[in-house]
């Protein structure tokens, strides 16, 4: 059974910094790219970035691009997004999700966690 756990999310101050996980279980870890996307209140669900291991493509939405960075350890089968500077519009629910990975953007979402709220005050 696929199966994908986020954690990390909680409240922090505006400036602050959180580091998300993503541990994958139940399908081969290095055949997919793994993909962050996150969902605001009221607001659609938007792509904030990716990554592949079998090519090395890495992606950032440009709302994120020099605060967040994502990586992988392989060997313990999880993606992490380290988020820093994060903002107020950043407070949204989180998910990881299998996904296709290009240097343009997320796509081909297939399995999904559930989600980890955060939340950043002002």
């Known amino acids: 059974e696929v199966q994908l756990v986020e954690s990390g999310g909680g409240l ?5 910094s959180l580091r998300l996980s993503c ?9 997919y790219a793994i993909g962050w996307l996150r969902q605001a209140p009221g607001k659609e669900r938007e792509g904030v970035s990716c990554i592949s291991s079998s090519d090395g493509n890495t992606y950032y939405a440009d709302s994120v691009k020099g605060r967040f960075t994502i ?3 392989n060997a313990k089968n999880t993606v992490y997004l380290q988020m820093n500077s994060l903002q107020p519009e950043d ?3 989180y998910y ?3 996904s296709l990975c290009s240097t343009w953007g997320i796509y081909g979402m297939d399995y999904w966690g559930k989600g980890t709220l955060v939340t950043v005050s002002s």
């Open 12 to 16: 922090v101050q505006a400036g602050g």
């Open 23 to 31: 541990a994958a279980s139940g399908f081969t870890f290095d055949d």
């Open 71 to 73: 990586s992988s350890d």
């Open 91 to 93: 407070t949204a629910v």
């Open 96 to 98: 990881c999700a299998t």
